[in-house]
């Protein structure tokens, strides 16, 4: 069963560029959550998607950022006109759902992108 | 929204010496609090967890104490060893409809000295 995907796990751009990261999440999840992770810090929520629905996006830039996952294929996040200020690790992590006894309740993280703007 | 302390932001140890790293979460719904570890450059990965209906959960030299009236919980290392050399992130549930995202603390450097 392999683990979740991330693509490309590292990607240059320069500003005013657009950035595209994929993340296939670990085989029967359905919860897909993007991570930021500035040098030196935490890892600071984005953005949580279910199939076709964004059910939670209050940790998104209101503006050039934007995440998917469609009904087929992997989750999204793309940033447009990229600037330095963007130059991160872009983690994805997946879970199988609601936390519950059933479930551990344990997200499953991808090695990360990490995007470099010049 | 759930709001998750971290301290401290880094810790040096000798090796064989004990380490505890300590969070505090905000939000007294909160049922579950995992502890993850990430290498430099790697992913993180679970260590290991607690939920609310206990105070303390070992794993060989790893345990997780919680007090849920203080509402803080922490991780202690015993005997540590260089390779538990890492970053470490406390984590707490944030409730998102019918289901939750975690909220991570801003992370413990842990320094273990040979």
């Known amino acids: 069963n392999a683990g979740v995907m991330q693509n490309p796990r590292h990607l240059v751009r320069r500003r005013g560029q657009e950035a595209r990261l994929r993340c296939s999440p670990m085989?029967?999840?359905?919860?897909v959550y993007w991570y930021r992770q500035l040098p030196e810090e935490g890892l600071k929520f984005m953005v949580y998607?279910?199939?076709?629905?964004?059910?939670?996006e209050s940790g998104m830039p209101k503006e050039r950022f934007s995440a998917e996952f469609p009904k087929e294929g992997p989750s999204i996040l793309r940033i447009q006109q990229v600037v330095r200020g963007d130059s991160a690790a872009y983690f994805c992590?997946?879970?199988?759902?609601?936390?519950?006894?059933?479930?551990?309740?344990?997200?499953?993280f991808g090695e990360g992108s990490r995007l470099t703007v010049l | 929204g759930e709001n998750v302390e971290q301290h401290p932001s880094t810790l040096s140890v000798q090796e064989g010496d004990s380490a505890v790293i300590k969070c505090t979460y905000s939000d007294s719904a909160s049922n579950y609090f995992p502890w993850y570890k990430q290498e430099l450059g790697k992913r993180p990965q679970l260590i290991i967890d607690i939920r609310s209906n206990v105070g303390e959960k070992k794993d060989q030299r790893i345990a997780v104490t919680l007090n849920k009236t203080a509402k803080h919980f922490s991780l202690h290392i015993t005997e540590t060893q260089p390779e538990d050399s890492a970053v470490y992130f406390c984590a707490a549930p944030a409730a998102v409809d019918s289901s939750y995202k975690l909220i991570f603390g801003s992370g413990t450097r842990l320094l273990v000295r040979p």
């Open positions: 992590a997946s879970s199988p759902g609601r936390l519950s006894g059933a479930n551990t309740g344990e997200l499953f």
């Open positions: 085989k029967g999840h359905s919860h």
């Open positions: 998607l279910q199939k076709e629905n964004i059910i939670d």
